[in-house]
């Protein structure tokens, strides 16, 4: 039951600071739509600040669990796994609580950098270790034309494949709603971008490339 409370509270919690925004959500408000006590919800986030670090944080370890693939996949084929991994990110940086957030962080955050701080540390910087280690399996098996500086690369095939169309999304242009839109757009971003950075066609990475 305290599990199940937990998750209701931190649901709650996640649609009202992405339909209001920050400011203008109270812990009152939450516990009013979770219909629990205030002091049920204090007992468990000593404040409004720690509450919604602590649904900031969730989102991120949820991405993390449902992307990041298998070391198994990682080991057989890395090309595969990242591409993959793109692919599941895509779903989750689009859905409509992802975006709802990112629309709080962008209208509040100039008043609450803190907050934007710890969305970085705990969503961003985590993804862009897993996309940086992911291509980095894929360099030392050697299918990369030379040695790349793999930060850097990791974070523009991340822009590529899930910063624009998130930023589109953003912008209230309703794109790739479809799993179909969705997987023809990986498609071909995918292609174009690993395009520059193979060393070659392998037939045995050919489901990284396809």
């Not at 959500?25 to 629990?36: L, W």
């Not at 962008?106 to 996309?131: K, N, Q």
Request: charged share 25%; net charge negative.
């Amino acid at each position: 039951m305290s599990e199940e409370l937990d998750a209701l509270i931190l649901k709650t919690a996640t649609r009202l600071f992405g339909e209001q925004g920050y400011a203008a959500t109270s812990v009152e408000q939450i516990a009013a739509v979770a219909h629990v006590g205030k002091q049920t919800i204090y007992r468990r986030h000593p404040s409004k600040e720690s509450l919604f670090k602590t649904v900031i944080s969730e989102l991120g370890n949820s991405f993390l669990m449902a992307a990041a693939p298998s070391d198994e996949m990682v080991s057989s084929d890395p090309l595969l796994a990242l591409r993959k991994t793109m692919r599941m990110l895509l779903d989750l940086v689009l859905c409509p609580e992802t975006l709802s957030l990112s629309r709080t962080f962008i209208a509040e955050g100039w008043r609450f950098p803190d907050l934007v701080d710890h969305a970085g540390a705990h969503i961003f910087d985590p993804l862009e270790e897993l996309t940086c280690k992911l291509l980095t399996a894929v360099s030392r098996a050697g299918l990369l034309k030379k040695t790349y500086d793999l930060e850097e690369t990791s974070r523009m095939l991340a822009s590529l494949c899930l910063g624009g169309p998130h930023q589109q999304m953003l912008f209230g242009r309703r794109i790739l709603l479809t799993a179909r839109d969705r997987d023809e757009y990986i498609d071909h971003a995918w292609t174009a971008f690993m395009t520059g950075i193979l060393a070659a066609p392998n037939p045995d990475h050919r489901g990284g490339m396809s």
